[in-house]
């Protein structure tokens, strides 16, 4: 099972700002490298939502209308990090978020918003805005 690895979330008032972390630590991506990274969610209730996403090779970024302006979406390309930087949280940000890593192709013939585009995924992290 290819792995990646998520840190940071948390609890945090409206108005605030959070950092999430996601590390494709895998020797998988070793051997094959990244095409794109995504960001997705999912709020008690609803289903799973598009965020943010990152076109490895040109860092071409990808945001759902509900947080452009807001999340801003990074990479560390030697590291194989991604970020997701979240400021002015609101309490309709409140989910579980969780990264993902893009199939071959992404950014060009698959659709960044999609979670089908994506193969592996994080195992989540809680984010909490209270009002």
């Known amino acids: 099972q290819v792995q990646l690895v998520q840190s940071g979330g948390g609890l945090v008032q409206a108005g605030g700002s959070l950092t999430l972390s996601c590390a494709a630590s895998?020797?998988?991506?070793?051997?094959?490298?990244?095409?794109?990274m995504g960001w997705f969610r999912q709020a008690p209730g609803k289903e799973r939502e598009f965020v943010s996403a990152?076109?490895?090779?040109?860092?071409?970024?990808y945001y759902a209308d509900s947080v452009l302006g807001r999340f801003t979406i990074s990479r560390d390309s030697a590291e194989n990090m991604v970020y997701l930087q979240m400021n002015s949280l609101i309490p309709e940000d409140t989910a579980v978020y969780y990264c993902?890593?893009?199939?071959?192709?992404?950014?060009?013939?698959?659709?960044?918003?999609?979670?089908?585009?994506?193969?592996?995924w994080g195992q989540g992290t809680q984010v909490t805005v209270s009002s």
């Open positions: 993902a890593n893009g199939r071959p192709g992404f950014g060009t013939n698959i659709n960044a918003y999609q979670a089908t585009s994506y193969n592996f």
């Open positions: 990152i076109r490895w090779s040109t860092a071409n970024t």
């Open positions: 895998d020797g998988y991506f070793n051997i094959y490298g990244i095409y794109g």
